[in-house]
């Protein structure tokens, strides 16, 4: 004899929380869902996933740097580097949930947490302690060379393996962006005078 249908109304119904729960991981870190209508190969997607999470990790490193030095710069140009490199923090911040949504996209599982990503990243700790602007600045142009580097060869690899999406997220949304911050960070190495225009030597007769 079949059984019936167990119907919604004859559970028990309570208002009370259901607090301090857990369970198995529903899918490891790693691996990406075997099934996914995206017209790309199980090992393409694990390839790009890691990849990504890689770019990711370096990406919210930058990101936070940049609030370390928002927060911690000092000296004559503080005011519009405070300003700069809470901007340039904010559009990180953005890559980064670009990132994570892409490696979602493809199957796989995004890295979240501060202490898996201090374990993944390449770009150097910091010290906790301030630092002057021109060390500031020399350590998040370091920063942006290690992920342009890694842009590059992940667009050149997403296109090898016909992952056309990947390719056009890591150059139109992260390559460009860290291009153009460089850019800005670079302007303010330049060795030039605050107050004062340096007089041309006068050439003898």
Known sequence: MAKKPVSNHSRKVSAQPHIHQSAREIQPFGSVTAMFPLQLEEPVRLEMTEQLNQLLADTITQRDLYKKSHWQ???PTFYQLHLLFDKHYEEQNEIVDTIAERIQLLGGVSIAMAHDVAELTRIPRPPKGREEVPVQLSRLLDAHEII???CRELAERATKL?????????????LRTNELQTWFLSEHLVNMPLTEVEQPEEKSA
């Open 148 to 150: 342009i580097t890694h």
């Open 162 to 174: 016909g992952d056309a999406g990947t390719n056009d997220m890591v150059v139109s949304d992260v």
């Open 73 to 75: 710069v000092s000296g």
